[in-house]
């Protein structure tokens, strides 16, 4: 009989905490916690149900390949409205992440060092603030599987100098380029790593048969087709290359009404993201990371494999960067006095988890050190997760804490959700942004601004055949600006208002 991979029964394993931990979260009712879940959702569905189907959904802002693969899944009011179309993704991208650690880790060591991969594994996939990511619609987890099985090729390849390896890695990357624009800056990264390893293999750069250049190449040109097919489609559905960084309900154009500390200055941009790392990962395990850094840096010096890990860091960077620059919110309670977008810190268990499991994977075996380390490291993170979902989870797990505060703002949306839901037929004019979850449960009945009879329906709601008018009042939307006291609603008549909306139909 076959003996069944240690990897695999990681992996196994992980299946097993995702679907528990999937469990928890959906119970309390905070898997939809955060607001762009909607966005995702959403997206997702209006591909294949609505008004106005097709890929031209997709928009120009959210990378694709998340809505892309939601599709099989989004067909089904009932996976749709649970928002099971999207957390079963991110759970099956946790699943690989925790494989990919485990073989990481065991193939970073010499010789290979199961007990420490174990340990590494643990760190990641128990970590109780990665297991709500990982049970929401969100991208993260999608963008971490991609990181770690491009690194994961990477250093096979530096390994074995087996050119499948590389390609691994380069199509992993390629999906990274289509996940989250973090991806962009960390595939980036990724290439110079190749074209450094070429060098440090020998490999001719700019003379005999220029191999280093070939190889770099080969690797840069599926993510270059992510980064450019991306901006080539905002070209063509927006007429601008860069309607992704700069048009209409980009981050920037978001963020440039928010009052943030952290802009323009790199110091509280940098403490933001230290607090909000220590709060996902907490302060033991980032000292132990570090000292494992130390260690690799020591041993390996400027190594391939030494660079390949180090890429791991360039998403947390380029996020600290996103602070400094006001292109990423994020905030924590020392600093700002509340939380937002703490999961912008999970990304960071990646290098720790590994920079853990390298440095227990080389203490002395002598007297089974490195063994009963490891044991013991496994040991109580499995303890700390126990321990965190036995207590009130809503308090102790940050992420899920943010999300539980997100659900109470978004009671008045939800409940006017519902009531269009019950209580009206017809098209629904609304406008999308800002108004999520009041298009959620009605999303195959909206005229919103990614539908050709929006502005048809902005000038004459009549004459695009809407049957109900949703106004938000409260920082008045497109739709309040534009026909509030118009004369084209003469003939409308105001059926339901909330503290923050007006609801109108013709027929009163």
């Known amino acids: 009989m076959k003996r069944i991979s240690p990897a695999l029964v990681a992996a196994m394993i992980a299946t097993i905490v995702s679907i528990a931990a999937f469990c928890v979260f959906y119970t309390q009712g905070s898997t939809l916690g955060y607001k762009d879940v909607f966005s995702h959702l ?19 802002i959210w990378l694709p390949l998340q809505h892309l693969l939601m599709i099989p899944l989004v067909w089904s009011d009932a996976l749709y409205l649970s928002g099971i179309a999207g957390s079963v993704l991110s759970m099956a991208a946790y699943v690989v992440s925790v494989w990919a650690v485990f073989r990481i880790v065991y193939n970073l060591t010499s010789p290979p060092h199961l ?20 049970s929401t619609p969100m991208g993260e987890t999608i963008m971490y599987a991609s990181i770690l099985l491009t690194v994961l090729g990477l250093i096979r390849w530096v390994q074995t100098d087996r050119y499948q390896y590389l390609l691994l890695a380069s199509l992993s990357a390629f999906a990274l380029t289509l996940v989250r624009y973090e991806g962009w800056i960390a595939a980036v990264s990724l290439i110079g790593v190749v074209g ?13 048969d220029q191999k280093a250049q ?30 992704w960084l700069r048009g209409q309900y ?22 933001t993201y230290w607090y909000g790392m220590v709060h996902i990962l907490t302060v ?25 890990v180090l890429s791991t860091f360039v998403p947390g960077a380029f996020l600290v960067y996103g602070l400094y620059s006001g292109g990423q919110p994020m905030q924590v309670m020392e600093i700002d006095g509340s ?30 050190i490195r063994t009963a380390a490891a044991m013991v490291g496994c040991a109580m993170a499995v303890g700390f997760s126990v321990m965190t979902f036995a207590s009130d989870t809503s308090k102790t797990i940050i992420t899920n804490q943010e999300a539980h505060e997100a659900v109470t703002a978004l009671t008045e949306q939800r409940e006017l959700s519902a009531w269009l839901s019950e209580n009206t037929d017809g098209r629904i004019l609304i406008q999308s942004f800002e108004n999520e979850r009041v298009v959620f449960d009605v999303q195959d009945r909206i005229v919103y601004e990614g539908n050709p009879a929006w502005e048809t329906a902005l000038n004459d709601p009549s004459r695009a055949n809407i049957g109900v008018v949703v106004m938000r009042t409260a920082n008045p939307d497109g739709v309040y600006k534009r026909l509030n006291g118009a004369s084209t609603m003469g003939s409308w008549s105001l059926v339901h208002r909330t503290g923050s909306y007006d609801i109108y139909s013709q027929e009163g």
Not at 55 to 60: C, D, S, W
Not at 115 to 134: D, E, I, K, M, R
Request: include cysteine.
């Open 339 to 368: 939380i937002y977008n703490l999961r912008f810190g999970v990304v960071m268990l990646i290098p720790v988890s590994i920079l853990i499991g390298y440095l227990v994977s080389v203490l002395p075996q002598k007297f089974y």
């Open 214 to 243: 070939g190889l770099t190449l080969a690797f840069a040109f599926l993510p270059a087709i992510g980064v450019g097919g991306w901006m080539l489609w905002n070209q063509l559905i927006f007429g601008d290359w860069l309607n």
């Open 250 to 271: 980009s981050s920037q154009d978001q963020v440039s009404t928010l009052v943030l500390n952290q802009v323009g200055n790199p110091v509280v941009a940098a403490l």
């Open 284 to 308: 033991p395990l980032v000292a132990m990371a570090a000292i494992g850094l130390v260690v690799m840096l020591i041993r390996e010096k400027v190594s391939p494999i030494m660079a390949v």
């Open 115 to 134: 007990p420490a991969a174990w340990l590494a594994a643990a760190v990641f996939g128990l970590n109780p603030n990665l297991l709500y990511v990982q």
């Open 196 to 208: 450094y390893v070429c060098v440090r293999k020998g490999y001719a750069l700019v003379k005999g």
């Open 42 to 60: 959403e997206i997702g569905r209006r591909m294949i149900a609505g008004q106005s189907t097709g890929f031209g959904q997709l928009g120009g």
